[in-house]
């Protein structure tokens, strides 16, 4: 790496109110922290190697970061949607694989148990998520259903006091280090979406497998893989809500997740810009610093602005959701503006850096690797649009 640029990992301090509270600032200070200190010197080494970084994951748990948003009888800390945003934008903004490992776990892997699942499911699996135990994932995506999810073709048939699921699911977050799964199967054909049911899969399943996921453009130090179910009986009291709802459930649980993917980008792209920033004050060309040259100053400016304007959108979805309203046309928003912010500032953050931009000694290109991911993961930039749409005109 050049002497000329600083490094990556002294950003400068985010100067930001929005109203937060005293605890939501020491949590989103105390992740920062954290991260700078022991999630960014593994960034560029999990991505290069493709590496799931058990060890950051333990020291994430025994910060009691899991538990944020859960209620303390849960083993949670009752901090709130807004509080867990701000943990993984941080991380995020040094590591997008690690706060997409976060985001996964708790808005899909553990939050859907915690909502929708009997009181023993919830007693039998949320401490123990929250915990660290192990990790939770979501089986909704398969090879013929990916945003059509109301296209599921996994079964689960009744057979006594089981149901008997077949079928294959991928691009599984977490997959190789989960406990449990949250999955999707079709309960009764031929009547589409109102015939799709969620269940619980505990990973000792007798009848399920995990098999080796494909390599990834970015992300790449956080872990996915596929799930196989063939003749998978389970237990029938881990049916998660009523049977039949399985499609209202995971539909609601992705208005949540598209919080936390905001988050996400949001913090891919705040890190994006200040190494930009960072570098533009540095380099010369011309006779004169980047930070000098209008042609750098204007890409400056639109980043902040995006920024500025992703944020918003992003806090006040988790407001929302805080206060128990409604909020899936914010949280499409959020997760649409976010997105999209985080692929344009990282495209940029590679323009300022020039050729260097291009070269792996630097984060920006890993950064625009990562930021792709964004918008298409729990519901693709076209998808939002049709939500946020179908909301405005219904409402109109």
């Known amino acids: 790496m050049q002497t000329e640029t600083p490094s990556p990992y002294t950003l400068p301090e985010i100067k930001h109110g929005f109203d937060l509270t005293q605890d939501q600032a020491m949590i989103r200070d105390m992740v920062r922290e954290f991260a700078l200190a022991e999630v960014a010197p593994l960034a560029h080494e ?77 007693k039998a699996y949320v401490p123990k998520l929250i915990a660290g135990e192990y990790m939770g994932a979501y089986g909704l995506t398969e090879p013929n259903a990916g945003s059509d999810s109301g296209g599921t073709q996994t079964t689960a048939v009744k057979d006594g006091d089981h149901y008997v699921l077949n079928g294959a699911k991928c691009f599984i977050t977490n997959a190789n280090y989960a406990g449990t799964f949250i999955c999707t ?25 995990i098999e080796k996921g494909e390599q990834k453009l970015g992300m790449r130090g956080s872990d996915w893989a596929s799930l196989v179910f063939q003749d998978a009986r389970i237990p029938k009291d881990h049916l998660l809500g009523p049977e039949g709802e399985g499609f209202k459930t995971f539909m609601k649980t992705l208005d949540g997740g598209r919080v936390s993917i905001a988050a996400l980008s949001l913090g891919i792209a705040q890190g994006a810009y200040d190494v930009a920033l960072a570098y533009a004050k540095e380099r010369e060309a011309f006779g004169k610093h980047l930070s000098e040259l209008q042609a750098v100053q204007f890409k400056l400016a639109n980043m902040a602005m995006d920024i500025e304007a992703s944020r918003h959108l992003v806090y006040h979805a988790a407001r929302l959701k805080d206060a128990n309203l409604p909020y899936a046309k914010e949280a499409a928003m959020a997760k649409l503006m976010a997105s999209e912010c985080s692929m344009r500032v990282t495209y940029d953050a590679i323009q300022i850096h020039g050729g260097y931009g291009y070269s792996r000694e630097y984060p920006v290109e890993r950064m625009w690797r990562d930021a792709k991911l964004c918008v298409i993961g729990e519901g693709t930039s076209e998808v939002q649009r049709m939500i946020i749409s179908r909301n405005i005109l219904r409402n109109s």
């Open 185 to 209: 199967a079709v309960t009764e054909p031929g009547i589409g979406a109102k015939g799709i049911s969620a269940f619980v899969v505990p990973r000792d399943t007798k009848g399920f497998r």
């Open 46 to 122: 999990i991505d290069e190697n493709h590496r799931f970084p058990e060890e950051t994951w333990k020291k994430i748990v025994e910060l009691g970061l899991p538990g944020i948003p859960f209620p303390e009888e849960y083993g949670g800390s009752n901090g709130g949607t807004l509080a867990y945003c701000l943990a993984v934008e941080e991380l995020s903004r040094v590591c997008g694989s690690t706060g997409l490992t976060l985001a996964a776990h708790v808005s899909l892997g553990t939050f859907p148990i915690y909502k929708w699942g009997n009181e023993r499911l919830k």
